[in-house]
């Protein structure tokens, strides 16, 4: 039986385009008995509030049926969604089998998830039966991404639903699992060890087809597998991009050869954010990003990101020097746009920066100057990058940091300013090495960028410790609030400061308002900020998580 794995990037809502994609894998992958789409591979995912609109399911249903009349030869299962005609919720997340140029049989998603950034029950209503499928002698049990994520390796969905589907295909020879499933690093391994988990168990071969991609926010990393029945794996998708292969999963032959991804941390997230930043900017019609460049390794480590995206040619560097920004800033930027052969802009702020106290003058009368006029320097900044996205359509990346982000170190419709934040989920002390990680790729970023200290140079001798804990210690309890979601006590027994895990919260807490505006985000942890986090703005919770000390 040969199974082909079809890997494809889709883009929420572009049925004709996904349809072109789906028929070129259909013809690339002829020689396979079946081939298996991901899920949602017709319409896209997640399609969220879309689904409001009734056009959305109408098109997803007669495109499904142009596809299984386009392709008469094939037999096939394809990832969509359709219209419940059952009571209930008002759609279904389905795997279509398509056989002689006709959909043959469904199978509706069982589990549907409804955490982070998953919101299935929201529109969906759960299938409550199994799909066999016999064909060519094989018995083939069909299931949907979460469908399998409550076996053995998905500890943290026990019990979180009322059926276990798998347990419905005892007797299958074959299982198949439809899949989108976003990227997030520590999930790679979990998965791996499900996957083989579930070989082994049902003793059975095990197709997995993931899509590829970023819609949004939201990366999915590909890694397609093929498991026989001893728990060895036979073959494996490519990570970050389109796949097409062919496995005979009773030979264990593949189309191509294995190539396993690096399964290193930071390798892995600089792969994911790079993919994030091609699709947006690709799915969005941007051929060009623009960026301030201020030396420091957070613009930094985007500038890289960015030009192994699209290309150092499209990536715009505007250097925007204060009476603060020190020599070495400026120069670290330079030498960078020298190494990157990519022309620098150069406004200087202090026209812009002088204009606006001369403007409040009046109004500051006789009150201390603070981080008011600090705040008016990066504001200065981003009117001139918003001009420049304007005027060339170029997308403004943001390079705020995730560490800085949780505790409010940046300006609201300042640095905050732009379409996308490719760095918001990702912690201080993970952008250092994501800069050493683009320096092995190729070297760009100057030595002096990774030993000085960070600051945003917004007054005199200014530093981030100044305000901020060093940030491998800030790095440490913000991951246990933001993603282990441990109180003031377990940190405190943990052996943190009880003083400044206090301020770590009160400063987490009061800037909720600041994120709640933030540009789209690139998700890599288990935790991102954006629809997958939604915290009220207005409470007091953390505030009160040391009352009974």
């Known amino acids: 039986m040969k199974i082909g794995l079809a890997q494809i990037n889709s883009t929420v809502g572009d049925f004709e385009g996904n349809t072109q994609k789906i028929l070129a894998a259909l013809e690339k992958l002829k020689a396979a008995d079946l081939v298996v789409f991901p899920e949602s591979a017709l319409c896209g995912y997640p399609q969220q509030d879309l689904l409001d609109y009734p056009s959305f399911a109408d098109k997803a249903e007669s495109y499904a049926e142009r596809i299984a009349a386009k392709a008469p030869g094939a037999n096939f299962l394809l990832g969509s969604i359709e219209k419940n005609r059952d009571s209930g919720k008002p759609f279904r997340n389905v795997a279509l089998w398509i056989s002689n140029g006709k959909i043959q049989a469904r199978y509706f998603k069982r589990l549907l998830p409804t955490y982070d950034v998953f919101d299935e029950d929201r529109f969906f209503e759960p299938g409550r039966s199994p799909l066999l499928l016999d064909f060519r002698g094989e018995k083939i049990a069909v299931t949907i991404c979460e469908d399998i994520w409550n076996e053995a390796g998905g500890a943290k969905l026990e019990n979180r ?20 499933s976003p990227f997030e690093f520590a999930k790679i391994r979990s998965k791996r060890g499900m996957l083989e988990s579930i070989s082994k168990k049902y003793r059975v071969p095990f197709v997995y087809v993931n899509c590829v991609g970023a819609n949004d926010g939201i990366i999915f990393d590909g890694r397609s597998y093929v498991w026989n029945g001893e728990g060895e794996i036979l073959a494996e998708g490519k990570s970050y991009e389109e796949d097409h292969l062919i496995v005979d999963v009773k030979s264990g032959t593949a189309s191509a050869e294995m190539l396993p991804s690096s399964m290193e941390e930071t390798r892995e997230i600089y792969d994911a954010l ?8 690709r799915k969005q019609g941007f051929s060009s990003v623009v960026l301030g460049l201020s030396g420091g390794i957070d613009s930094s480590v985007v500038a890289c990101l960015a030009a192994d995206a699209i290309g150092v040619e499209n990536v715009v560097g505007v250097l925007l020097p204060s009476r603060f920004t020190s020599a070495e800033s400026n120069q670290d930027a330079i030498e960078m746009a020298k190494i990157m052969q990519n022309p620098i802009h150069i406004f200087m702020i202090e026209d812009v920066f002088q204009a606006y106290l001369r403007t409040m003058s009046k109004a500051f009368e006789g009150v201390a100057a603070d981080v008011t006029e600090e705040n ?9 990058l918003m001009a420049l996205s304007n005027k060339f359509n170029h997308l403004l990346l943001t390079t705020g940091n995730k560490s800085e982000l949780a505790v409010g170190y940046c300006t609201l419709y300042g640095d905050m300013c732009g379409g996308l934040a490719p760095l918001s989920d990702v912690y201080k002390e993970q952008v250092y090495a994501l800069g050493r990680e683009a320096n092995r790729r190729l070297q760009r970023i100057p030595e002096r960028v990774f030993t000085k200290a960070p600051t945003a140079e917004l007054r005199a001798h200014q530093t981030d410790q100044d305000t901020l804990p060093p940030y491998a210690r ?9 993603e282990d979601f441990q109180s003031f006590e377990q940190l405190v027994e943990a052996g943190f400061d009880p003083v400044e895990v206090k301020k770590i919260f009160h400063w987490i807490r009061t800037s909720e308002h600041k994120r709640f505006q933030m540009p789209l985000g690139l998700k890599v942890s288990s935790k991102a900020f954006g629809i997958g986090r939604r915290i009220p703005i207005v409470h007091e919770f953390f505030e009160k998580l040391d009352a009974s000390r």
């Open 376 to 384: 008016l320097q990066s504001r200065s900044r981003a009117g001139i």
């Open 161 to 180: 639903y009322h059926q276990t589907p798998l347990a419905d295909c005892k007797g299958a020879s074959l299982i198949l699992n439809l899949s989108a």
């Open 474 to 482: 800030l790095d440490a309890i913000l991951k246990k609030i933001l």
């Open 274 to 281: 790079v993919l994030g930043i091609r699709d947006y900017c």
